[in-house]
């Protein structure tokens, strides 16, 4: 039986990323597997539905999607804790986590397929990370072939013409804040990592490998540069910090990113899931957004709602996500 934990990842996987980034900070042996070639047998054994990330646990069990891998792997490896020990916070970096999965999985996949440069510097990273020994023609050709396949996907983001340049604002104030937010801590809830840095790193990490959201990056997000950085191999520096000092730069983070976009576009994403409904529209933050729903976000929304309700005081956290327009979804 191995001894070790098997994440089968790719580099350009943020959600796989995300998941070897925990697993670095716990100090969890593991080995980082690519799914195809010689472990391809292997992958199709444990893995539900084909999607990275996939964990095989040492005593041989499959376990698949980053957030419950994560959940799963604190409770057998609780300290270093990645939750606040204030239950406000320990929801905040909860809601922040599903935050960075699903709206930051926007910013990315928008900005990896949108212009010519990033499509080509993608398409030709993946193929190559598919079979590195591949001569230049093959690459050449089955990039071509990802390139064409994936700029033809990004409606499932709700990235289009229509949506392009509300993504690339919100992630320009987006990296504003974060910057502003990081500037003063290495980690978003403190000295030492939480459930949120780890999703949205994952999402922000692989913009930074992509040609134009690295060069945004670079340019005016240095303290967000200094905390990919650091999240490759992230150890605490610290402990968490108290609301009272994290407020300032993080209340701005919580109200528009979960309150002005992530809340209102998931319910009613939701909505138009339970009509159904082909297509839906929602205004956020005064623009209408409109896109094809997302099916997996219903199941997400939900575990969020489930953590919410788990919280046994809910005074303090309550005034936060009032203030932030974010309760009503969640009791919705
Ligand atoms: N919600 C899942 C999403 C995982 C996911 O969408 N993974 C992508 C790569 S980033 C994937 O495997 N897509 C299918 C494929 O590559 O065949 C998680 O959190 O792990």
Redesign the pocket.
Known sequence: MPSSYRIFGAEM????VKVRSYARYKGLAHDWVNRGGENAAEYAKYAKV????LVVTPDGAGLQ???PIIERLEAAHPEPSIHPGDPALAFLSALLEEVG?EWGNKWMFHYRWRREVDQMASAGRIALSMNPSMNETAQTAIAEQIRARMVGRVWFVGSSDTTAQFIEDSFHDALAQLDAHLAVRPFLFGARPSFADFALWGQIYNMWTDPTPCAIIEARGQHVLAWIQRMLWPTAHGAFEAWQTLEPTLMPIVKDWAGGLFMPWTLANGRALALPDEEFEVKLRGFAWRQKPQK?HAKSLEALRAKYHVVKDRSVLDAILDTASVRKGLIA
């Open positions: 996987s943020p959600y796989s084909p999607i990275i990330p999607d980053s957030t999965d997996y």
